[in-house]
């Protein structure tokens, strides 16, 4: 049989919180949450924004006082509301009401003798313009007159008219929770994201190590700009421009390979198949892919599939913005007719809006092969049976829609139907839509589902759109939506778009269930995780639920298997439980193998058949590699 890929764990971070145990999915449907989850999320979420700390047993805030976990939401709910989702951007980004920059000046000399000053004789330029007239007045100070005009630049602040973003939590600092040395931002969120994974599978990571060959285990992730802030590329391409030294590590730490090398080099110590794959808004679904492909056949059992991006640059924004792709101050005015922009309203999917606001985050899902689940014991948390991916054609502007996404969702719509039947889709399926908030996504995307549900005799498609609340974080985007689908198998409660006062006119809702609130929603057997990414980069996946995954388990495995498993998984449940409860008062314990465990290369032992890698108990198998004929007969 193919292997199905299970998800077996997910964890990470974005605006709304931390993924495992559907924390950030909680924040976003809080108002309909009962007590006891309510109290849980606002406790996991106040930790997280170290607000409060657990100490002796206790839970402490910065005031020194003792609270308990139903005192949080009183105390600093306010707070923790307000520091999370989408909201302005905060200064330790950078300020958004007066951004730096360089500004143009061209002096001229209001007299004969021209324009003169004196400077250290090291600051010269190199070579010295012809106009200039150098003096020495001192060994190491010179006097410059310049004969009629120069032009400098100096620094300068603008009101930048991008103003919010979703980000993480206020007060979350992956920094502080393992020694980062100076690392960008998008890989400490890397760090802190594949632990939260790894643990939220409540399985022995060096048992499922062992329990497979040393290549049988993948890593697939990405960034799409790479680290962008000043401990990568971003210090790499201002620091000289900005009279600053350019250091060893922000080259190689920007590479947008980087949260690929660190899961591997810093977290599982895999020496498996490593991946990245690049597909703009589409890139956690291109890994995803690859995942699955290699589950599928048989090459991979146990996938880590990731996507980072912390990109709240002033370049990364001013880039976007110049495109009239980001929603900006004027426009949210004019749409509210007021003189105040709501910065917790910026994205609006579907909606009348004016363009999408931008988020980071990172997410990390676990997946494995549908034996070696049922013999560990994993929890089943859904299953991905298919990616599809395919281009627009030719393109006259190349971050225009065009027919590829039709392609992708038609396919995981049949797919769908051809495996649970058409009751199922028509009646407990629902999208996570890409959703990214301009006028122009909101009339295309709309119009493929509408399509795509009358060729299905699908009425009254439940539809979600994550970005209203964490933003576009552009590479894990998908992994925003990915969470979101988990969270709703596990609480059936369907996120509306509630930054939104009514669906546009020109939105294509005939078929669809767009709602502005959260609502019950019941037991949903498939989830579609659509994205649409610039230059045509298209995929959507089929994502079954946990009560469809074990029906399709019982098909393949039967009962008798199944028993055996239940045994395994209640131990699981328990040791995720124990993860969930240390988590939510804080205590992560980060993965971070910095030397810690390296392979002595000299140990390894090979022959024709087989080659041994110290602290690895299978060896990797070096026959059955031919897939062609032996012409060597």
């Known amino acids: 049989m193919t292997a199905l890929p299970i998800i077996v764990g997910m964890g990470g971070i974005n605006a709304a919180g931390r993924t495992s145990f559907h924390q950030g999915y909680r924040r976003i449907i809080l108002d309909k949450l009962d007590g006891a989850a309510r109290e849980e999320t606002f406790l996991g979420l106040a930790t997280l924004m170290n607000l409060v700390s657990f100490e002796e047993g206790k839970l402490v805030t910065h005031d020194g006082e003792v609270v308990s976990a139903r005192d949080i939401e009183k105390k600093l709910g306010e707070q923790i509301i307000a520091g999370t989702l989408i909201r302005k951007i905060e200064k330790n980004h950078f300020d958004v009401d007066a951004t730096h920059w360089q500004q143009k000046l061209t002096i001229t000399a209001n007299n004969s003798e021209g324009i003169s000053f004196t400077c250290r004789k090291r600051d ?4 010295v313009p012809s106009s200039w007239i150098v003096e020495e007045v001192e060994p190491k100070t010179v006097k410059v007159r310049v004969p009629e005009q120069l032009e400098i630049k100096h620094d300068s602040y603008r009101d930048n008219p991008i103003k ?18 100076y690392q960008p931002r998008g890989l400490q969120a890397t760090i802190f994201s594949a632990t939260d994974a790894i643990k939220s599978t409540g399985l022995d990571w060096e048992l499922v190590i062992n329990s497979v060959r040393p290549d049988e285990i993948g890593t697939y992730s990405a960034s799409v700009a790479g680290q962008m802030d000043a401990e990568g590329l971003g210090g790499l391409i201002r620091n000289r421009l900005k009279g600053d030294r350019v250091s ?38 291109y890994n995803l892919r690859a995942a699955v492909n290699d589950i599928q056949a048989g090459r991979t059992r146990v996938a880590v599939v990731a996507s980072v991006e912390c990109a709240l640059t002033p370049e990364v924004i001013e880039g976007f913005g110049n495109m009239g792709a980001l929603a900006n101050e004027e426009g949210l005015k004019k749409l509210d007719n007021s003189d105040v922009a709501d910065h917790r309203r910026t994205s609006r999917p579907f909606g009348e809006n004016c363009g999408f606001t931008i988020g980071e985050g990172a997410q990390v899902a676990i997946l494995m092969d549908d034996k070696l689940a049922l013999e560990l014991g994993a929890q089943v948390m859904g ?7 395919n281009a627009d054609g030719v393109k006259k502007s190349i971050t225009a829609p065009g027919p590829g996404n039709y392609i992708t969702m038609a396919k995981s719509v049949a797919l769908a139907q051809q495996i649970v039947g058409s009751e199922s889709l028509q009646k407990r399926s629902f999208i996570l839509a890409h959703g990214s908030s301009t006028p122009q996504n909101r009339v295309t995307e709309s119009a493929i589902y509408h399509k795509v549900a009358e060729a299905f005799s699908i009425e009254g498609w439940k539809l979600a759109a994550p970005k209203a609340f964490v933003g576009h974080t552009i590479a894990p985007a998908s992994g925003d939506q990915l969470a979101i689908a988990l969270g709703v198998f596990s609480h059936n409660i369907m996120p509306g778009i509630t930054t939104i006062d009514k669906v546009a006119d020109d939105v294509w809702n005939e078929h669809l269930d767009i709602r502005t609130e959260h609502y019950d929603c019941g037991e949903m057997d498939v989830a579609f995780i659509n994205s649409k990414g610039f230059g045509g980069n298209n995929a959507t996946a089929t994502v079954f639920s946990p009560n469809v995954t074990h029906k399709l388990l019982s098909k393949r495995h039967g009962e008798e298997r199944l028993e055996s498993y239940s045994e395994k998984l209640a131990q699981t449940i328990a040791r995720q439980q124990t993860y969930r409860e240390s988590a939510d008062l804080g205590q992560y314990e980060l993965i971070y193998r910095f030397g810690n465990g390296m392979i002595d290369e000299s140990g390894l032992e090979i022959d024709q058949n087989e080659l041994h890698i110290p602290g690895f108990e299978q060896a990797i198998s070096l026959s059955g590699l031919n897939q062609y004929q032996d012409i060597s007969k």
Do not use: H, W
């Open 124 to 127: 010269l330029p190199t070579p």
């Open 383 to 389: 299953s991905v049976v298919d990616v599809f991916v």
């Open 164 to 181: 919010a973003a979703g980000q993480l939590p206020t007060g979350f600092e992956p920094a502080n929770m393992y020694n980062s040395r």
């Open 248 to 285: 060893t590590k922000q080259l190689a730490l920007g590479l947008n390979t980087m949260s690929t090398d660190f899961i591997n080099a810093y977290v599982t110590g895999s020496v498996g198949t490593t991946f990245t794959s690049t597909g703009a808004c589409a890139t956690f679904l």
